[in-house]
């Protein structure tokens, strides 16, 4: 290897990694603290002396800076001392791994997307006696940084510039096999979001050299105010230097500080170039190098100029021409290259043309390997339900920085895929088999969401299977068995295992259903749990084989023994419903023999009906021009059973025997919405304004949970004001959602044929295209909260039927809402919140589908206006009316300017 004459790179290349923190400099900085505590802050830095347990920071005499220990950023690992005592304070101890492969710093507060620089120092000291030091790697959250080496008794570092991936920023040490990893201090820097361009979200600069050429001593802090350390290059060369400021302007990417530009090197004429040998990255690293150039020289134009060209590799690549630095102002020349040998050094040479009157000139120079962050995190919330898991679980376990990344240090027990639409890693498989578990199992496994396989086996878990593992809809298999203590299983994994997809492996006795109903009716539910999917699929087939023969039997005994086949369903509170299935026998008995009729529908005539118990129910006869076969029956009985909300009609059981499909409610007492608004009830009260608006926004409730809390999304198709009822407390509940078909695959068209609503209300759309989806629920429910705010039907009688949306409009655009009101409410109701709910109507009624809201839209705006009515109930009548026009919450001015926009 041929040397230049001047070599100022000789210690990088004797040294396999180069730290060039040359402590015994210090002595040089005496007057460092003087000038440290002045306009400079440590805004944002975080400084660690690592392994130092002493409470409280402390400020180094030497730099200034304040050190804190290590270990609210970090668990693992141990505390040592070095016995030589000549470094500086902050090297003096340093936090060891003997344990585990990866050991992670936690860094925080940073913010998301921020630029930081990071600096872990290292001094190895001898201090556990082995007499070498070890050789490890650092990672930078998942990617890899640098692979650590050191000299034995001087002071080394590594430095990083990155962009925080989130709100914290891990520093990780590696073992790779090759001695235990420690670490001495560990500093954070912010950085401007302009400054090192090249640095981003993908990509990060790992500091390989930053040379101040032209000054002896190592400049840092307060002098860079970021705490860059920049190493001074002076020995053997010819200096400039200039007391004038070189002051780096306000946008520059480099911010260079001035008492490092100030400074210079370069030669005599006779000796023309420099060249800078740099034992960078390894082979196939991204290398970049970004010199800094200024002037220190004033010349003069006639005889005299300073012309330089740039080469890198050996001479062999022009990379920069007669480049002249400008005269105390900063500039750059940045490289980005490859390594393109594995042995060697990458070389730049700086000449002066043969034109020029003066040597090179050079102020600084930095040089980094570009390290990709490519390797995917973990979901965020994959990570915080885990971490959830191992709090709960009390789990000992190295499990440490991300779960899934970088994929050789995957957790022990965990399986990871990248999912294309987050581009993250999502934890599919967790196996925490024996393990010596005890306690409940923790529900935050379900917010692993994308998990397919969960073995728990062989532990000492207790209590029951959270319900929400049922609600995943990846898991494929669980295994539970080894548990003696484990309770109950959920219905829906029971469902599940039942319709074989998911296997699930228990041990002991057999297991139940979960069951915990209130009044105690235990319901015996035929699902066995195997350890095998073979013996359960057998056990399905054979339950099928015993439900049809059951079937066939007419006779079943008397109501309300406990010989009926039953199914168990959870409401979204948890509770249980059942759906009793009745014979015709029953269903007489309940009706004395069809006694008293209480309503009619497009699908059968409703009875009046008392259960063994007194409990008064509503029988449904399905008329037998109904146009449902006994599956589809079954099938829509399967559906309501799932179904259960406080808003909805309470399905309580069904008769199917042939020819005799009856559908039994609970009985609601105070007849239909429509009942009310047409004054048809004898005696009844006219319901209020308040009660109106809370009547719709419980009936929006309803609906809103057959469209979004139905899996598939129940549509009703025939909402309409006779279709609500209400109980004796004025609560109201959606009926006869018997029409409904799910969304599911078999009836993937969503073309309806047949009867379908009710004119009026059906959705004008679906003339266009026979298609009914949730939209056309929402229309429907438009016309009924126009109907509660006017009392009119959608059809109005004295006004030559003209449609209610027609006539509201027109009103409406002239801007008289007063007209539309329901006379019969006296003015007694609030101006601003009748506009929002005219102006909610009108986008359920929208004829375009895309101004169309949802039901969650509508079910939030109204809950909106229940609590402003709340706040201004107590005022009452047309004062408060107009009171509340100049409330600011629903600006009267927008609301109908929008409606006329329209
Ligand atoms: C490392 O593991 C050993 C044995 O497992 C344990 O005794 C020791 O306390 C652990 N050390 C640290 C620092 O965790
Ligand atoms: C190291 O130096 C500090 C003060 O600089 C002193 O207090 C301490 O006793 C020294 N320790 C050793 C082992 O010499
Ligand atoms: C980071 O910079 C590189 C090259 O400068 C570019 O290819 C990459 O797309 C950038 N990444 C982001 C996230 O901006
Ligand atoms: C500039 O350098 C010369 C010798 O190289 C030295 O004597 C002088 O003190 C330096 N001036 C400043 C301002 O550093
Ligand atoms: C350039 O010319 C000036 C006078 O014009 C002289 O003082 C100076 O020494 C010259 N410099 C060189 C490098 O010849
Ligand atoms: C689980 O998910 C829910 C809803 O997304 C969230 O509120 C909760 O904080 C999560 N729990 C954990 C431990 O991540
Ligand atoms: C993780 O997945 C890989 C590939 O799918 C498989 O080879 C490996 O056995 C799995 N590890 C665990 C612990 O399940
Ligand atoms: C369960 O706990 C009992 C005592 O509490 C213990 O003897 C047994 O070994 C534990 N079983 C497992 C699998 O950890």
Same mark, same amino acid.
């Given at each position: ?45 975080? /400084? ?10 402390y ?13 609210q ?17 902050p090297?003096?101890?340093l936090? /060891? ?21 990071i ?24 990617n890899?940084?640098t692979?650590?080496?050191?000299e ?7 430095e ?7 709100d914290?920023i ?14 001495? %201090? ?15 979200? /993908?990509q990060?600069?790992?500091?390989h ?42 946008g520059?990417?480099?911010?260079v500080?001035?008492?490092v ?39 003069n ?23 002249r630095?400008?005269?105390?102002r ?19 040479s ?19 390997v570009?390290?990709?962050m ?27 920085a991300?779960?899934c ?22 934890? %599919?498989?967790?196996?925490?088999s ?27 878990l ?46 002991g ?15 015996v ?6 350890t ?30 406990k010989n ?17 299935q ?18 009619k ?10 259960l ?49 499909? /009856? ?69 109201a ?9 799910a ?7 969503h ?7 009710t ?10 295209d ?10 429907s ?20 039927k003209t ?7 027109s ?42 809201i949802?039901m ?17 109930n ?12 100049n ?11 929008a409606?006329?926009?329209r």
């Amino acid at each position: 290897m041929n040397f230049p004459p001047f070599n100022p790179w000789k210690g990088c290349l004797l040294t396999p990694w180069p730290f060039f923190f040359l402590f015994f400099f210090f002595c040089v900085f005496s007057s460092f603290a003087t000038r440290v505590v002045q306009a400079q802050t440590q805004k944002g830095f975080i /400084s660690v002396d690592c392994g130092f347990a002493g409470g409280s920071e402390y400020r180094d005499d030497e730099t200034g800076v304040t050190y804190i220990g290590d270990s609210q950023f970090i668990d693992t690992g141990e505390n040592h001392i070095i016995p030589v005592n000549s470094s500086s304070r902050p090297y003096r101890t340093l936090r /060891s791994f003997p344990n585990g492969t990866r050991n992670c710093f936690t860094l925080s507060p940073v913010k998301s997307g921020d630029k930081y620089l990071i600096r872990a120092g290292f001094l190895y000291g001898n201090y556990d006696g082995r007499g070498f030091p070890p050789i490890f790697d650092l990672h930078i959250g998942v990617n890899f940084w640098t692979n650590v080496k050191m000299e034995s008794d001087s002071p080394g570092a590594s430095e990083i510039i990155t962009v925080a991936p989130a709100d914290l920023i891990r520093v990780c040490l590696v073992n790779t096999g090759k001695g235990t990893p420690f670490i001495s %201090t560990l500093e954070l820097r912010p950085l401007l979001d302009f400054m090192y361009p090249l640095a981003n979200a /993908s990509q990060s600069l790992a500091n390989h050299l930053r040379w101040n050429y032209g000054m002896a001593n190592k400049l840092r802090y307060p002098d860079d105010p970021y705490d860059r350390v920049w190493d001074g290059v002076a020995e053997n060369f010819f200096t400039l230097n200039t007391s004038i400021e070189v002051v780096a302007t306000e946008g520059d990417a480099f911010q260079v500080p001035s008492p490092v530009l100030r400074s210079a090197i370069s030669e005599s004429r006779t000796n023309f170039h420099l060249d800078s040998w740099q034992d960078i990255g390894t082979l196939g690293d991204k290398i970049y190098i970004v010199m800094h150039f200024a002037e220190l020289q004033k010349l003069n134009p006639a005889n005299e100029s300073r012309r330089l060209n740039i080469y890198v590799v050996d001479g062999t690549v022009l990379l920069f021409t007669d480049y002249r630095p400008p005269y105390l102002r900063v500039d750059h020349k940045e490289i980005v290259d490859t390594r393109r040998s594995a042995s060697g050094l990458y070389n730049i040479s700086i000449y002066a043309t043969s034109s020029s009157t003066l040597s090179y000139i050079i102020n600084a120079l930095e040089s980094f390997v570009v390290r990709q962050m490519n390797e995917s995190q973990t979901d965020v919330r994959d990570v915080s339900a885990i971490d959830d898991i191992r709090r709960v679980l009390r789990l000992v376990r190295n499990w440490e920085a991300d779960p899934c990344s970088p994929r050789e240090y995957i957790w022990e027990g965990v399986n990871c895929t990248y999912y294309e639409d987050s581009r993250s890693m999502r934890i %599919t498989s967790l196996n925490l088999s024996s393990s010596g578990l005890d306690g409940q199992i923790p529900t935050s496994i379900g917010n692993l969401t994308a998990l397919t396989t969960l073995d728990l086996s062989n532990n000492n878990l207790t209590g029951p299977v959270p319900d929400i593992l049922g609600e995943l809809l990846s898991l494929r298999f669980i295994n539970l068995s080894g548990n003696e203590a484990i309770g109950v299983i959920p219905q829906n994994l029971c469902e599940k295992v039942s319709k074989g997809t998911l296997s699930l492996s228990m041990s002991g006795k057999l297991k139940q259903c979960k069951n915990s109903d209130t009044n105690n009716k235990k319901v015996v539910i035929p699902v066995t749990i195997t350890t095998s999917i073979v013996v359960t699929i057998l056990l399905v087939v054979s339950f099928w084989i015993i439900r049809r023969k059951r079937k066939s039997h007419s006779s079943r005994g008397v109501l309300n023994k406990k010989n009926y086949t039953r199914s168990a369903e959870t409401d979204d509170n948890g509770r249980r419903r059942e759906i009793v299935q009745y014979t015709y026998a029953e269903i007489r008995q309940i009706t004395k023999n069809f006694q008293h009729q209480i309503g009619k529908g497009g699908f059968g005539i409703v009875y009046l009906g008392h259960l063994r118990d007194g409990t008064m129910v509503a029988v449904k006869v399905l008329s037998s021009s109904s146009s449902q076969g006994s599956k589809e029956f079954e099938a829509e009985v399967l559906l309501l059973a799932r179904v259960h909300h406080k808003n909805l009609v309470c399905l309580l059981g069904y008769c199917d025997d042939a020819q005799h499909l /009856s559908l039994v409610y609970e009985y609601m007492d105070n007849r239909t919405l429509r009942d009310h608004l047409s004054g048809e009830i004898h005696n009844a009260s006219l319901l209020n304004w308040s009660q109106r608006v809370n009547i719709a926004l419980q009936a929006a409730q309803g609906l809103d949970y057959l469209h979004n809390g139905c899996r598939p999304p129940i549509i009703h198709r025939d909402i309409k004001s006779s279709n609500i009822l209400l109980n004796c407390g004025l609560v109201a509940k959606i009926a006869d959602f018997g029409l409904s078909r799910a969304f599911n695959n078999d009836s993937a068209t969503h073309i309806t044929t047949g009867l379908v609503g009710t004119p009026g209300y059906l959705d004008p759309r679906y003339y266009q295209d026979y298609r009914l989806n949730e939209k056309s629920d929402v229309y429907s429910f438009g016309i009924v909260l126009l109907e509660i705010i006017t009392g009119q039907p959608p059809y109005q009688k004295s006004i030559e039927k003209t449609h209610i949306v027609k006539w509201v409009h027109s009103k409406v655009d002239r801007g008289d809402i007063m007209s539309i009101i329901d006379p019969r409410l006296q003015g007694d109701f609030n101006i601003n919140m009748t506009w929002k709910i005219v102006e909610i109507a009108m986008s359920c009624t929208s004829t375009t589908l895309e101004e169309r809201i949802t039901m969650s839209n509508v079910v939030t705006q109204l809950k909106e206006c229940v609590e402003v009515n709340e706040s201004h109930n107590v005022l009452g009548g047309v004062n408060s009316s107009m009171q509340s026009m100049n409330d600011t919450l629903y600006s009267i001015s927008s609301t109908p300017l929008a409606l006329l926009a329209r």
